[in-house]
């Protein structure tokens, strides 16, 4: 089982009233979680952190073993990503939402790590900006895919080659 997380903990504490697609991915790993802990009640993935995924954040961290704050930082993030790692989960697991510009976090700097390889000039600094948006639309238009500029399930799948 791995140590730390995919993609690795961005920095930033995750609370009530966090929004964006590492919230999501949280969710989406939260749901995954319920398979080993069914005391975690299921939440919706829509990247917004309302009192539902407060609630199922405490529950995760009392069932396994964790500070129960309700608040998703280091020890949060690659817990949950154990527990949903721990169901056959690819490291690189869709976000849950599509990722677009003026989003920032761990799951934009992995695209952009992976999106370095295939364009030169990107930097993988987690905020997706023109030059990201410029870059999946390049990487869209090689892979024939829907020259949108966003990183929706299908791009992603194909970026991290899923």
Aim: charge should be neutral; proline fraction near 5%; aromatic fraction near 8%.
């Amino acid at each position: 089982m791995p140590s730390t997380a995919q993609p690795p903990y961005w920095g930033k504490l995750l609370r009530s009233g966090s929004r964006g697609p590492d919230v999501a991915l949280v969710q989406t790993w939260l749901n995954r979680a319920r398979r080993r802990w069914t005391a975690i009640r299921p939440v919706v993935v829509d990247g917004r952190y309302g009192s539902g995924t407060a609630t199922a954040v405490k529950t995760f961290q009392m069932v396994a073993g964790l500070h129960s704050d309700g608040e998703v930082g280091q020890e949060t993030w690659d817990g949950l990503y154990q527990a949903a790692a721990g169901q056959s989960t690819p490291d690189n697991v869709y976000p849950g939402i599509p990722l677009r510009m003026g989003q920032s976090g761990a799951t934009v700097k992995s695209a952009q790590e992976k999106l370095q390889a295939l364009v030169t000039g990107l930097e993988a600094d987690g905020d997706f900006g023109e030059k990201t948006k410029e870059a999946v639309r390049a990487y869209q238009t090689v892979e024939g895919l829907a020259e949108d500029g966003i990183i929706g399930r299908r791009t992603w799948n194909d970026l991290f080659g899923l």
